[in-house]
């Protein structure tokens, strides 16, 4: 859909005149928002216990895991890319606080390690004694296309994720277990 927009702007001139002129701004091209429409079914001791669906609007066209991360929030904790052509078979480790490296009681550290291929096989948080959040150490495999197959926790409740994708290459079901138990999962209806 195409959006025309007109803006009023009155200008003096350097004889201290008033002039009104019509300023049209160049056609905009918005993308077109489309509605998807997803089931999230929550299970209890291997039961359902609640269905949810949800209808969410959005101008991101393929479904990928980005998009459960910032519409459903899980997984909770992802790194914001997965793949870097920079950082083959490379650790990279972050401290929090760079004035206290090797501080593990009041520093942590976000360590990503990059398999042959650029992707991130493994991403982990290391806590400290005073920080507010637990540690992490997610384990991720990837199909042969490239696209993300699960993300298992090895820490901890142990979380994982276990991703279905369609033809289209969209994912289609993403599976949540806490502990191996399947906890939820959210598919798209549409």
């Known amino acids: 859909m195409k959006y025309i927009s007109f803006a009023l702007l009155f200008l003096s001139s350097c004889e201290g005149r008033n002039t009104a002129k019509l300023n049209y ?3 905009i091209n918005r993308p077109t928002e489309i509605l998807k429409i997803f089931k999230t079914t ?10 949810v669906y ?8 393929n479904i990928d895991i ?4 910032k519409h459903f929030h899980r997984p909770y ?4 890319s997965l793949t ?8 990279i480790t972050i401290w929090g606080n760079l004035k206290s490296t090797g ?9 990503y390690t990059y398999d042959s291929l650029g992707h991130v096989a493994n991403y982990a948080y290391s806590s400290c004694i005073t920080c507010s959040s637990f540690a992490f150490n ?13 993300i298992k926790n090895t820490l901890g409740e142990q979380d994982s994720y276990v991703i279905h994708y369609s033809k289209t290459n969209d994912i289609k079901e993403l599976n949540i277990y806490s502990s191996g138990e399947l906890e939820a999962s959210i598919a798209a209806i549409k």
């Open 25 to 27: 701004s160049k056609e």
């Open 42 to 51: 929550n299970y209890s001791f291997g039961r359902i216990s609640t269905e």
């Open 54 to 61: 949800d209808t969410i609007k959005s101008t991101q066209k």
């Open 66 to 69: 980005y998009y459960f991360k």
């Open 77 to 80: 904790y992802l790194p914001n």
């Open 84 to 91: 870097s052509g920079h950082h083959k078979d490379t650790v």
């Open 103 to 111: 501080l593990y009681d009041s520093n942590w550290t976000n360590t």
């Open 138 to 150: 997610y384990i991720i495999t990837y199909n042969s296309l490239g696209q993300v197959n699960t």
